[in-house]
């Protein structure tokens, strides 16, 4: 029986139909508006049924015993233990005390809100995402420019400029589009410092110096407004701040800019007057944006660039969503007055979404270690592997193993499950129907809708938080018997259902797709227009124009120490096989440790003897791991690439232990994982 549902398997939240026979899972194909021989292929997806069935999954609660060993409980079991350190904390009148750390796997939308509610309600402000690590902190900075993130149109874009990206490997949707529009002759500029398979496609590939993004994005601001290529209409009907940036965009010549941040000036040059005299066109930014330590001001440079060609929510350009109101229920009213989150010290982050609340996940191990801005004694970790997936993962251990309850909620057994005091098994995407933040950021909304049976004892996320809450003495906050409930409730501004949702797989649109909302409505900023000088920055002390203070001195962890750590250590790539630490378990996927290497120049290879294949020892600061040698031209010379995410299947290959989170960037809390300065030496 072929069934509609959303893989979430990986952030992209993908429309798929899948077969089933007999109540199993056998298949999985994604949609597309191109043809089945035309489109990316997604390993994970073509793998689901062993994900699924794998005999690695948690299927059954755990609870550790004195001697330290797992046994196997009753959900009732699990969870009144679980319930009854929430109540042991509450009566010492030290909710906050308690916190949940929420990790990618198990969506933003819907499960996030619950998670909230359940803290909100209980009475601490510590639900605490990994935004800071991720994309939202790239959305607070096209918030804070434009009034939300934009999504690009590439398929009808006439020229694409993807930026620290590469949806063959994230979204899938997006390279069939990406690929779709090239193949009609769009023009595509890749900025990337790795020779990717779509920097190889590209018109023009500009092989950044790791962590300069932000001066390469002021030159070529500087270059469409010295060449007047800039949209003038646009500019000056609905924009602010124009002449502050052209000001601050002066100081960075192309000339002077490119040769230090290991590009050729006319081939900026060049990218910057395609990209602008091409219409219409689009701007894909990514994760390789994302863990810098410069990230907010470098995503507001980037994102600038929209507003000074007019491509923004324009058809073919960067269009801005159209969200779908929802009935609040983070029930932030709830939380007791004069209580701050952890994440306090970010303030301008935590605030500027309506939904996000606290995202800077680094705050938790500060709170478990140092007591800073005070303690957390008990952490629920949902859907995530903060000893894998955190900066300095092994001060990121130290604090899972001094917290006095750990709780994880998983599919499969992780470096920070096996910490745990207990263990709740988490159905898989196919086994719970919810509502992702995909389908209520913008039309239309399609149902991540259950097609399969929870695999043994797992249960869906949402039944084990309403569970939870009802018997920490949340009954009344969580009344509903099911999730389609709990759904409906949810979508009631809108008058869309469940059973609806469920009769259109391919998704109920509340109000048709609209260009230019600007013209009417304005932009959702304080000043209502595109803002290339925020005065809400400059009044909390920041630059209101990226870099009109200049270009921060160390955007590379450990550049202060170069002449002991001489090479840029790279943190990549995020292989389609994979997501983030999981699914290295499945041997389909696994191949053999496949892809798990240090790509490494021939001139660096060169100058210790270094051979394909050979062990490398890689130090930082902080740490060292050891992994095999590829000598590869994908790099630059002066930087290797280390596979990441490899740290779940084996201690020894973890690229957090090389990196750093006492360095952070002031605004949203992001430490430098993506890049750092670090020593290479063959292992002899």
Known sequence: MKK?????????CCPVEVEVVVGKLVSAQRKSFLSQDKRSPCLKLQAAADIVYSEKRLTTPLIRQKDGA????????????????FQHYKKQTHPEAVGWLRGMAADWGSPWDYANRLMNCYGSPNTIGNGSICFVAREMAHTYTYGAMAFAEAARAGCILVWGKHDADTALGVADAINHAVS?????????????????????WLQIKPGHDGLL???MINEIISQDLQDHEFIECFTTGFDQLREVASRHAIDTIA?????????????????????????????????????????????????????IDRPGGDVLPQPIPLHPFQARDRLPTGVAPITAAYPLFNTFSASWGNQVQSCVVDAILDQKPYGLKMLVVQAGNPVVTMADSSRARRAMEALEFLVVIDLFMTRTAELADVILPAAGCFEKTQLNRAATRNNPIILQNQVIEPVGQSWPDWKIVFELGRRIGLEQEFPWPTVEAAIDEQLAP?????????????GVRVEGLRHEKYRQEGFATPSG???????????????GVPYEDGFPENVISFSERQEEFPLIGISGRRDIRFTNSQYRTIPVLLKNEEGCVVDIHPVDAASQQIKDGDLLQITTPKGTITMSARVSSLVHPGSIRIAWGWGDYNPDWNLNTLTDDDTRNPITGTPGQRTFMCRVEKVR
């Open 4 to 12: 509609d549902t959303v893989c979430r398997m990986c952030s992209s």
């Open 70 to 85: 797992f046994r196997q409980a009753g959900w009732d079991e699990a969870l009144d233990l679980v319930a009854s350190r």
């Open 184 to 204: 009609n002759g769009a023009k595509l500029i890749v900025v990337d410092p790795v020779q990717t398979p779509l920097a190889r496609r590209a018109d023009i």
């Open 217 to 219: 994005a002021m030159a």
């Open 259 to 311: 040769p230090d941040i290991w590009l050729n000036p006319q081939q900026v040059r060049e990218a910057a007057r395609l990209y602008a005299t091409t219409k219409p066109a689009c701007l894909i930014d990514g994760n390789g944006l994302d863990m810098q330590l410069d990230i907010f001001q470098s995503t507001r440079a980037v994102a600038c660039l929209r507003g000074l060609t007019g491509n």
């Open 494 to 506: 809108v008058g869309v259902t469940v059973e609806q949702l469920r009769q259109n797989p391919e």
């Open 529 to 543: 227009k595109f803002e290339f000088f925020s005065r809400r920055l400059q009044e909390s002390g920041f630059a």
